[in-house]
């Protein structure tokens, strides 16, 4: 079993719409979430990070964490043609433990 | 710039030689890790340093790579008799401390074994 599991995609979404990504994991332990974003050929560059279950709110965007069921989400609202990346979703226990990445969703936000 | 830093951002070496990949820390960062990147796949964890510590290497290559964070100077990761298999891009992030979670990426390098 993977640790950390995403659907690969395509994600298409039309522009406009609400994108919403998602991410399962395997450790109880864990504590720390990451949403990070990949355009082709770059760098991740992070977008959000949650350590508690609820919603967190940054301008367009919405990370979900729910530690019972092991999952965390991220919504994209008013989805825009630049928005189209890979979405990393990344997981870290404790102290000096390492981050352990998904394989990521593409997104494509159709104009 | 006060950004992660690697270098060199393209390296193209011949099968056998060695590929040296610099990474230099965020200002206050003394916590480094690597990751490979082959096309099309999701970034897979090679190490997790500390200064003058290697604190987890689970995801090192047991023969031919090794990696270093010195006292003072970049973190390198070191490829011996490199192979086309090697080709990839490897990105260096760091972050403050261990309870500091966040990393935070540099550009990477594209390595290209011909």
């Known amino acids: 079993q993977k640790e950390v599991e995403q659907n690969s995609g395509p994600l298409s979404v039309p522009e406009g719409a609400i994108a919403s990504l998602n991410c399962t994991y395997s450790?109880?332990?864990?504590?720390?979430f990451f949403w990070y974003r990949q355009y082709s050929g770059k760098s991740p560059e992070l977008i959000m990070f949650?350590?508690?279950?609820g919603d967190k709110e940054d301008g367009r965007f919405t990370a979900q964490l729910n530690k019972a069921s092991q999952y965390v989400s991220l919504l994209i609202r008013d989805s825009q043609p630049s928005d189209s990346a890979t979405y990393l979703c990344?997981?870290?226990?404790?102290?000096?433990?390492?981050?352990?990445f998904g394989t990521g969703t593409k997104l494509q936000v159709i104009p | 710039n006060a950004g992660v830093m690697q270098n060199p951002r393209h390296l193209v070496r011949r099968r056998g030689q060695e590929a040296r990949l610099r990474c230099s820390p965020m200002?206050?960062?003394?916590?480094v890790y690597w990751y490979r990147q082959l096309p099309e796949e999701g970034l897979k964890f090679m190490v997790y340093?500390?200064?003058?510590?290697?604190?987890?290497e689970s995801g090192m290559p047991k023969e031919r790579f090794s990696a270093e964070f010195p006292k003072e100077g970049p973190s390198i990761l070191r490829i011996q008799q490199v192979v086309r298999g090697d080709s990839a891009a490897y990105f260096c992030?760091?972050?403050?401390?261990?309870?500091?979670?966040?990393?935070?990426f540099g550009p990477g390098t594209r390595l290209l074994v011909l």
């Open positions: 949650i350590y508690s279950n």
């Open positions: 450790d109880r332990g864990s504590q720390s």
């Open positions: 990344a997981v870290k226990a404790g102290g000096y433990q390492k981050v352990t």
């Open positions: 340093l500390q200064k003058e510590n290697i604190i987890d």
């Open positions: 200002k206050g960062h003394s916590h």
């Open positions: 992030a760091s972050s403050s401390l261990a309870g500091e979670e966040t990393q935070y």
